[in-house]
């Protein structure tokens, strides 16, 4: 799995097919990557939570957004496994009191305004 992730002081979405802009303010947002070797591996969930739940705590947000983002390696999951994956991650970040929203997994116009501070970008490789 690989994880980008960014202290942002605002981001939006919006679903070309739909056309409704989703905005949040200052939050985490999380690019998630599942490969297809993740499939076999136990506890891949519990992994990114808690490096996204890191984040959070050091910057002292509290809102994460989660994005299926299948570019960041040439391994891809099933499309299923991502999305219970992604979904899994964002139960256990709920669990940890985290408000969490999933983007959906369709082609989508996305803006980032990522904090200044250096911990503000985040790359991982589980």
């Known amino acids: 799995m690989k994880l980008l992730i960014f202290h942002c002081w605002d ?39 808690d490096q996204i739940a890191w984040l959070a705590r050091k910057v002292g947000i509290s809102a994460v957004v989660l994005h299926s983002f299948a570019h960041l390696s040439d391994s891809k999951s099933s499309r299923s496994f991502a999305t219970k994956v992604i979904a899994d991650i964002g139960r ?35």
């Open 11 to 49: 981001y939006w979405y919006s679903e070309s097919s739909v056309g409704k802009k989703q905005f949040f303010p200052e939050g985490i947002v999380a690019f998630i990557h599942a490969e297809k070797e993740d499939e076999a591996k136990k506890h891949i969930s519990a992994h990114a939570a």
């Open 92 to 126: 256990l970040l709920e669990r940890k009191k985290y408000t969490v929203h999933t983007t959906p997994h369709t082609s989508l116009e996305f803006m980032l305004h990522v904090a200044q501070e250096p911990v503000a970008k985040l790359w991982k490789a589980l």
